[in-house]
């Protein structure tokens, strides 16, 4: 995967298969501490300690459509280029939350991505879950929740409609670019 913003994607496609009806995503670059912090979190079925011990083991996987999980492995393997920190914690009926430490200025991190897209995009695969969102920038941050949006919405225009997702997406956008001062990076 060449962006952060497809582990992430990957990730919460995992915690949809697993159940969850939260998933919180915070994208936390703090760039005076020179660390990238990705942290997923979810409410889904969890792992037991063995399948969590070997979880990042590409030829560990509960898929039966192919042998090989490559997703956690590949997520691990790009925080450790870097120098950074890869780690999960999960429990049986809890849920899991993969943290991902990345080293912010190191030529080997690879791009965050377009996170306004991957958000539309996981939201639309299946808008029954709730979903927050939270993006943090040297301290400033915002932060976008699904629950707040059906309760704007009513029970009657889902999630996933297209003009919905749009402006999912275009709201994601124009805050992250807030962040930025202005100009996404």
């Known amino acids: 995967m060449t962006e ?5 994607l990957d990730i919460a496609q995992n ?8 998933i919180e995503i915070t994208v936390d670059e703090n760039v005076s501490a020179n660390t990238l912090t990705i942290v997923i979190k ?10 969590l011990r070997d979880v990042v083991n590409p030829f560990r996987t509960t898929r039966t459509t192919r042998k090989v999980g490559l997703g956690l492995s590949l997520f691990k393997s790009a925080c450790e280029l870097t120098g950074g920190k890869f780690e999960i914690e999960s429990e049986p009926g ?3 939350t993969v943290t991902a430490v990345l080293v912010y200025d190191s030529i080997d991190r690879q791009p965050l991505g377009d996170m306004a897209s991957t958000m539309s995009t996981i939201i639309g695969g299946n808008d029954k879950i709730d979903y927050v ?6 301290g400033n ?5 699904t629950a707040e949006i059906r309760k704007v919405l009513g ?3 889902a999630l996933s409609e297209l003009d919905v997702l749009k402006w999912i997406e275009d ?4 805050e992250t670019k807030n962040l930025y001062g202005g100009a996404l990076k």
């Open 42 to 51: 979810d409410n889904g079925c969890g792992m037991d300690k063995e399948f």
């Open 94 to 96: 809890c849920g899991t």
């Open 133 to 138: 969102y939270k993006h943090v920038f040297n």
């Open 15 to 22: 915690s949809i298969k697993a159940k969850a009806t939260l």
């Open 171 to 174: 709201f994601i956008r124009e």
């Open 155 to 157: 029970s009657d225009i």
């Open 4 to 8: 952060l913003s497809l582990h992430i």
């Open 141 to 145: 941050f915002f932060e976008f929740s």
